[in-house]
């Protein structure tokens, strides 16, 4: 067996560190172009070998968590999520604790979420002047905080929430930076800033827990679920693991869908044709005014089409990470103990044996007749792969589905940038700032068409 081959253009001591902080879709990229599926790189504190294409895939997702450990890896979200709270603890407790969010996942209570996504973004929108300038990247941050601590909390926090809560949690998760991620407890003043913001959320969402269970009101949110679920032990949440899992459901979810909303507006605006029919589907759906109803969010395969294309572009989270605890084989390559591994799913999806004409926009690449993304279980990775895929997958697509769909029936505009591209600076990717759009509000409803017209 043999090493995998080492990528060239390492630094000193930095490794491939800087390149990969610059463009690490396109370094990737490069790496895969010149040794194949697999290959190696050189970043401080280990060696790691990035894994792409699907057999690599299938490898990397598919490990046992005592060969390969995220816990290792994710510790710079330990002061964010809280001690002993998914990646602090051990695999089997995290998965109880996952296990807790599966009731708040289900039918009844996705409808109840849908309906308020719908109903927090029409608040939101009516608040906006006539004509203006948006940045998308703010909007869709600020927006995806009231849907998903809505959905979270529920109606009685949300009725009070601030934009206190809103500037807390960004500046919480404004801290995730490369050094965060080398050394998240580094005396660094965003570290600082972070601590303060933490605590400060925690004992916002500290208050609603105490107050539903002294008043043992119930509500249909993940709040509810937590409350009510129990370790094997019998054992119930404390209050500072409810806050911590709270706070852990809200990152997992929140940046994903707020820069995927801002992504998918530009690159609609950016191809008006396919726009056309977005809003020729949302005619054909809401054009007789009715209120929006979980039916017609999951009848817009136009807008989801587009939405899924976004996330195969562009995705938030652009590269997971495990460290090897056992030394494995892949194919002919022998894997280390003490390495990481890699796999990016955004240098994955623009593979062109998976997906044809990567670098085009092209949702119908997810409809009927073409379906890429369901050719390999692995093949389209925005909610990761395998064992540890995002359980809010279903919760996220209905929540870019209702909000994008309430910004445009409700609004025409216009890019101002002159081009849009990733900001590396984050670990979870958006839009370079500014990302500005003119809007104006439109002052005819949409008319209803035949549904069956809609290409």
Not at 62 to 70: F, Y
Not at 340 to 346: F, R, Y
């Given at each position: 067996m043999a090493k995998p081959p080492m990528l060239a253009g390492a630094l000193p001591f930095i490794g491939h560190a800087l390149e990969l902080r610059?463009?690490?879709?396109?370094?990737?990229?490069?790496?895969?172009e010149r040794h194949g599926d697999v290959f190696g790189m050189k970043l401080p504190g280990a060696d790691t070998v990035v894994f792409s294409g699907l057999k690599a895939h299938e490898t990397f997702f598919?490990?046992?968590?005592?060969?390969?450990?995220?816990k290792e890896v994710y510790q710079f979200v330990t002061p964010i999520f809280g001690k002993g709270i998914a990646y602090d603890t051990t695999p089997e407790i995290m998965?109880?604790?996952?296990?807790?969010?599966?009731?708040?996942?289900?039918?009844q209570r996705l409808k109840t979420y849908s309906d308020c996504f719908v109903e927090e973004a029409e608040l939101f929108f009516e608040k906006f002047d006539n004509e203006g300038v948006m940045d998308l990247y703010d909007v869709g941050n600020e927006l995806t905080i009231y849907t998903s601590s809505r959905a979270l909390l529920g109606s009685d926090f949300r009725k009070h929430l601030s934009g206190?809560?809103?500037r807390l949690y960004q500046e919480m998760e404004g801290s995730l930076t490369l050094l965060s991620f080398l050394n998240p407890y580094l005396p660094i003043p965003a570290h600082r800033r972070r601590d303060k913001a933490r605590a400060k959320l925690g004992e916002m969402i500290k208050k609603v827990v105490d107050e539903r269970r002294n008043t043992k009101r119930e509500?249909?949110?993940i709040l509810q679920a937590l409350l009510e679920a129990r370790y094997s032990n019998g054992r119930p949440m404390t209050d500072d693991e409810v806050v911590g899992m709270l706070l852990t459901v809200m990152f997992a979810g929140h940046h994903t869908s707020g820069v995927t909303f801002s992504w998918n507006t530009i690159l609609m605006h950016q191809h008006p044709d396919y726009l056309k029919r977005v809003m020729d589907e949302q005619a054909a759906i809401m054009g007789d005014g009715h209120q929006m109803r979980i039916e017609d969010l999951r009848a817009m395969h136009t807008l989801e089409r587009s939405i899924k294309e976004t996330l195969r572009m562009y995705p938030a989270i652009i590269m997971v990470m495990r460290r090897v605890l056992k030394d494995f084989q892949h194919e002919q390559y022998d894997i280390k103990k003490g390495q990481?591994?890699?796999?990016?799913?955004?240098a994955s999806q623009m593979i062109p044996t998976i997906f044809k004409d990567p670098t085009k926009y092209?949702?119908?690449?997810?409809?009927?007749?073409?379906?890429?993304?369901?050719?390999?279980?692995l093949a389209f990775l925005p909610f990761g792969g395998g064992k540890h895929r995002c359980l809010g997958a279903v919760f996220a697509m209905l929540q870019l589905v209702a909000t994008s769909s309430v910004l445009v029936r409700n609004f025409e505009l216009e890019l101002i940038e002159d081009s849009y591209s990733p900001d590396y600076k984050r670990i979870l990717v958006g839009p370079h700032q500014p990302c500005r759009a003119r809007y104006r509000r439109r002052k005819a409803p949409l008319v209803q068409v035949p549904l069956k017209a809609v290409g």
């Open positions: 610059k463009g690490p879709v396109d370094l990737i990229t490069r790496g895969r598919r490990m046992p968590d005592d060969v390969v450990s995220q998965k109880e604790q996952l296990a807790f969010l599966h009731p708040a996942l289900r039918e206190e809560f809103a509500e249909n949110d990481m591994v890699l796999c990016s799913p955004a092209d949702p119908d690449r997810f409809g009927p007749g073409r379906e890429e993304d369901k050719q390999h279980p």
